[in-house]
């Protein structure tokens, strides 16, 4: 069954940044909307970026500006570059397709800001 692998997440301190990985096997990222969603803690899972597969971008309120949601063809992997990042950006971040029904999720990679 296909399997997104996300990768990237640590701990950094307010204003630093990361870089987010996720690949799955066995499919192409080409052919579907994809997104970033995270879960805070105590919350209910959110998108934070999305990525039709035409290339359209849209983000929530809360990163735009400051996270960027990418992909390589080549590598069949999403990134998200996020910048300027805030305590309330903690939270497990995964990958996804951008439309429902969701595949099985993975494990995420958590990213925790504190100073």
């Known amino acids: 069954q296909d399997q997104f692998v996300e990768s990237g997440g640590g701990l950094v301190r307010p204003g630093e940044s990361l870089r987010l990985s996720c690949t799955v096997s066995g499919s192409t990222f080409l052919d579907y909307a994809m997104a970033w969603y995270r879960q805070a803690p105590g919350k209910q899972r959110e998108l934070v970026a999305f990525?039709?597969?035409?290339?359209?971008?849209r983000y929530s309120d809360s990163v735009k500006g400051r996270f960027t949601i990418s992909r390589d063809s080549a590598k069949n992997t999403l990134h998200l570059q996020m910048r300027h990042l805030k305590p309330e950006d903690t939270g497990i971040y995964y990958c996804?397709?951008?439309?429902?029904?969701?595949?099985?999720w993975g494990q995420g990679t958590l990213v925790t800001v504190s100073s």
């Open positions: 996804n397709v951008g439309t429902p029904p969701p595949w099985p």
């Open positions: 990525m039709g597969n035409r290339g359209s971008i």
